[in-house]
Each structure stands twice: as C-alpha cells, then as structure tokens.
C-alpha cells in the first residue's frame, strides 16, 4: 500500500518550523537548501539558505516541507501552503495515481524524473487538493 505524508509550505521559516517540531517529538530533520540545487546560482544569498526540501520522521510519517521564494514569483496563500504526498511503489503506481487524481483538475508539474533520483508529478484535484506523487528509484 501506498504511504501518504503531509507535505507543508511556509513563508521563508520551514527550517525554524521543523526545529520546533524537533523540540516536540525528538528526532532530528533532514535539510535541503535552494543554494544546493542545480540552475539556482542567481538566488540571494538569503533565499539560498531557504529550505527547497525538508523532512522529519514521526512515527510512520514524515512530515515534509519547502519555503516559497517571493524572488521566484512564488505566494504563499491559504489553500496553497499544504499538499498531501503520496508515496508509490512503482512508476506505474505513481502514474495511475497521478492519472487518476488529476482527472478533471489541474496539473502543476507533470510526472518527470528529478534530480532527487525520483519520479515526481503535481497537481490539484477536481476537488481543490493539491498532492505530490513521488516514487524514488531503487538504484
């Protein structure tokens, strides 16, 4: 079966978020700066340090997130600062339920395979939900 996480966006304080869940439940996060991916060298230096990924376990969750860059034309709005991931076991997982949810709404970003080494998608259902499909290959 699928697993799903909830995946959240902030304004600019992912990292300061995640460090407060931390003092809650334990753990620890894992960060990926904007500054680390490829094609962002032109970000300030202060949207570099943004979180472009973040993820921390709980329990048999993990709770993900990303700031929105304003410098990219980005806007954090209520509706649009959560998406719920789901994770596949197979591409062929990942485009049906891509397919699926996607009838009748909206793509954002079509399935592709990412730098991560994942194949990834976006979108808003019919009904206004925005999820994330991933499936990270085994290689």
């Given at each position: 079966m699928a697993t799903l996480n909830?995946?959240?966006?902030?304004?600019?304080?992912?990292?300061?978020?995640f460090s407060f869940y931390r003092s809650v439940f334990g753990g620890d996060y894992m960060i990926q700066r904007f500054k680390e991916i490829p094609d962002m060298e032109n970000l300030s230096d202060e949207d570099g340090e943004k979180a472009m990924h973040i993820s921390?376990?709980?329990?048999?969750?993990?709770l993900m997130a990303s700031d929105v860059l304003s410098s990219q034309n980005q806007q954090l709005t209520s509706g649009n600062n959560f998406?719920?991931?789901?994770d596949a076991k197979s591409e062929e997982e990942a485009n049906r339920f891509f397919d699926g949810l996607s009838a009748g709404g909206e793509v954002e970003m079509p399935m592709q395979r990412t730098f991560w080494n994942a194949y990834f998608g976006m979108l808003k259902d019919p009904y206004g939900i925005k999820w994330m499909v991933n499936y990270d290959y085994q290689e």
């Open positions: 909830p995946y959240l966006n902030f304004p600019g304080n992912a990292e300061e978020a921390f376990p709980i329990g048999d969750c993990t998406y719920i991931s789901i």
